[in-house]
C-alpha cells in the first residue's frame, strides 16, 4: 500500500498560482497511477486530475482544464499539481490518492484510489 503526504497549500489571491505536492512511500508508487480530488465545504469530492502510473496519460476536470497541470516524479515518488490562474471556486482541500490498481491510466472516479493522504487546504481570496 502507499502513504502518501501533500504539502503545497495556503492562501493565495485569485490569479496566483500554487504547486500541490504529494509524497508517496511505498514500492508499488512508480506502478501506480495517481490522482488529485479537492472538497469545497457543504460539497462532495470532486475529481480534478489523474495521471497514469508512467505519466504517459492524463485527465482534467473540465473545471481546471487549461489551468492546472498533474504530473510526477517516479525517482523522487512525488505526483505534482500546478495551478495557475486560482479562481475562488478553487477553494477546496485538496487530497492525494493512489489507484487500486497497478499499471492503470487513471481514472475519474474516487472509488478507484484506494489510498488517500490528509489533505491540503488551498484557500483563494477574491
Known amino acids: 500500500q502507499v502513504q502518501l503526504v501533500e504539502s503545497g497549500g495556503g492562501l493565495v489571491q485569485a490569479g496566483d498560482s500554487l504547486r500541490l505536492s504529494c509524497a508517496a512511500s511505498?514500492?508499488?508508487?512508480?506502478?501506480?497511477?495517481m490522482g488529485w480530488f479537492r472538497q469545497a465545504p457543504g460539497k462532495e469530492r470532486e475529481f480534478v486530475a489523474s495521471?497514469?502510473?508512467?505519466?504517459?496519460?492524463?485527465g482534467y476536470a473540465n473545471s481546471v482544464r487549461g489551468r492546472f497541470t498533474i504530473s510526477r516524479d517516479n525517482v523522487k515518488n512525488t505526483v505534482y499539481l500546478q495551478m495557475n490562474s486560482l479562481k475562488p471556486e478553487d477553494t477546496a482541500v485538496y487530497y492525494c490518492?493512489?489507484?487500486?490498481?497497478?499499471?492503470?491510466?487513471?481514472?475519474?472516479?474516487?472509488?478507484?484510489?484506494?489510498?488517500w493522504g490528509q489533505g491540503t487546504q488551498v484557500t483563494v481570496s477574491s
Open positions: 490518492a493512489a489507484a487500486r490498481r497497478t499499471f492503470s491510466s487513471g481514472s475519474y472516479y474516487s472509488d478507484d484510489f484506494g489510498s
Open positions: 511505498g514500492r508499488t508508487f512508480r506502478s501506480t497511477a
Open positions: 495521471i497514469s502510473w508512467n505519466g504517459a496519460s492524463t
